[in-house]
Each structure stands twice: as structure tokens, then as C-alpha cells.
């Protein structure tokens, strides 16, 4: 399905450059006709890309925590 590849490399575009997918998603939804993001969540699928990515973003937001900086 070519929309699911676009939502799904989009996102993983986002990832890859830093940006925040989260804030982003709205406009993601927009362009693709949708009246809000949760209609476009339907052509969101996990892939092994994806997962990855929003793991060493996850990954990087602990790090501190694990090494006990919580400031």
C-alpha cells in the first residue's frame, strides 16, 4: 500500500533527523487528507526500521536516568 510506505518512511525520516515525530504527526495527517492524526494511524505499521529508531531515541532520553543524573 503506498500510503502506508509514506507514513511509515516520513516517520522514520523524522527519527533519523532528530526531529520529534510526536509534534509532528498533525502536519503528517493533514497532508495526507486526514481530519486528525488518529485517522492516520491506520497506515502507521511497526517496522524493524521504526522500532529501532524510536528505541535509540528512548535509549537516549534514559541514559541519564540509568546513570543517576536526575537533574
Avoid: I
Avoid at 14 to 33: A, E
Avoid at 34 to 40: C, G, R, Y
Wanted: proline fraction near 6%; charged fraction near 20%; charge should be positive.
Amino acid at each position: 500500500m503506498p500510503s502506508d510506505s509514506f507514513a511509515v518512511g516520513r516517520l522514520l525520516r523524522w527519527y533519523r533527523d532528530g526531529s520529534n515525530p510526536t509534534n509532528k504527526l498533525v502536519k503528517l495527517s493533514t497532508f495526507m487528507g486526514h481530519v486528525d492524526p488518529a485517522s492516520t494511524t491506520v497506515y502507521l505499521t511497526v517496522t524493524a526500521d521504526l522500532l529501532e529508531a524510536a528505541g535509540q531515541r528512548f535509549e537516549r532520553f534514559a541514559a541519564p536516568l540509568s546513570r543517576g543524573d536526575w537533574s
